[in-house]
């Protein structure tokens, strides 16, 4: 029988709120993540990533495999977890997802509008710069969270996202710190982790990129940070902007020293 | 072909224990997209494995299985090292066979 029809019927028996229940329901989504974990459907799309990695394509006919994500040319284990980095070849602090796209443009010759006419996933499917993230981001599993911070720009783009962090705007007058900002804070199912101790923040980032069940699609954090945004009726940032390279930017740093445990799964 | 599944093959014991995931859109029919015409059914109708020749596992599948979806089966007389082949056909007649070996 399906394992996960199994699972499913175990948490909506836990969420029944019986009395003898020893874990809250937040725990119990927990459990049920790390199982689901072990089968990730994220796994087919590290595939499909891996594919596009290795394969000529574009007006350059070219593979992605030049691509410098930090450690050298086509050095792609452990790359993930020490981004965002500074890039001396664009003077810039860029994330795993930015850098993607760029390499994308750069190497394969391919217009930024056409490979970002879709940036995230949606039920038409997962676009394939989101697989090479997911790709990347499998090629760090089980590492420590270690961004660098030895550039100036670094360590600039960090103070940045803090501040943007703590930063009130909007209709209703949020800063991220408002939701991240202390322990124990919840909204409405979900449990909000603290973004400014290592813990919290290392939650942040363990679980993305993420397979969306319910879309069958992968998330990554850059869609994560635009959500938030929407969530708080921001702007809409413009697609892979220092803003949210910079907010990316504090969490990771925050978090150093953490085990990624590679992408996740989420509801 | 479609997308290769993902195969994990592992001996306990005298049972190997199989887990796959297959990468398959699998649409019910019922859905509609953005202008309001029905998607079209795209969906795994059988699921065979085979290990040395004899048939270990055979599913009929219908619209109710989910997208990417996860199979679990275990089954007993495999030894390691053994190849176990894993197949699906779907309504529109695409297919998709992968080997994996018991670990």
Same mark, same amino acid.
């Given at each position: ?20 229940? #020893? ?84 190497? #394969? ?39 660098? #911070? ?118 | ?103």
């Amino acid at each position: 029988m399906n394992i996960r029809l199994i699972l499913a019927a175990l948490a909506g028996s836990a969420l029944a709120g019986s009395a003898m229940a #020893q874990t809250s329901p937040s725990e119990d989504f927990q459990k049920f993540r790390d199982v689901m974990e072990e089968d990730n459907p994220a796994e087919l799309f590290e595939a499909r990533g891996e594919e596009y990695w290795k394969t000529p394509r574009g007006p350059k006919n070219a593979s992605l495999e030049q691509c410098d994500l930090g450690l050298g040319p086509g050095v792609v284990n452990g790359a993930y977890v020490q981004m965002p980095r500074y890039f001396a070849d664009v003077d810039q602090v860029m994330d795993a997802e930015r850098r993607v796209v760029h390499c994308m443009v750069t190497l #394969q010759g391919l217009a930024f509008e056409e490979v970002t006419k879709q940036p995230f996933s949606n039920d038409k499917g997962t676009p394939d710069h989101v697989s090479v993230v997911t790709y990347i981001a499998g090629q760090s599993r089980d590492m420590k969270i270690a961004p660098p #911070q030895n550039h100036p720009k670094e360590r600039e783009t960090y103070e940045i996202g803090k501040e943007i962090f703590g930063f009130r705007a909007g209709p209703y007058d949020f800063s991220c710190s408002t939701c991240h900002g202390a322990d124990g804070r919840r909204i409405r199912m979900q449990d909000l982790p603290n973004l400014t101790k290592p813990e919290g923040a290392a939650k942040g980032i363990i679980g993305w990129p993420g397979y969306r069940m319910t879309g069958g699609f992968m998330l990554t954090s850059q869609w994560r940070m635009t959500d938030c945004f929407r969530q708080q009726r921001f702007p809409q940032p413009k697609y892979l902007s220092d803003t949210i390279t910079a907010i990316l930017a504090y969490q990771a740093v925050n978090a150093r020293g953490q085990v990624y445990r590679g992408p996740g799964i989420k509801r | 072909m479609a997308d290769p599944m993902k195969i994990r093959a592992t001996l306990k014991g005298d049972t190997v224990e199989v887990r796959v995931l297959m990468a398959h859109n699998m649409e019910t029919g019922a859905r509609k997209d953005s202008s309001g015409g029905l998607i079209p059914a795209h969906f795994i109708q059988t699921v065979n494995a085979t290990h040395n020749g004899k048939l270990v596992f055979a599913a009929q599948w219908g619209t109710a299985i989910a997208k990417n979806p996860f199979l679990q089966f275990k089954f007993k007389g495999g030894a390691k090292g053994d190849k176990l082949q894993l197949s699906w056909t779907d309504n529109k007649n695409d297919s998709r066979t992968d080997e994996a070996t018991i670990a």
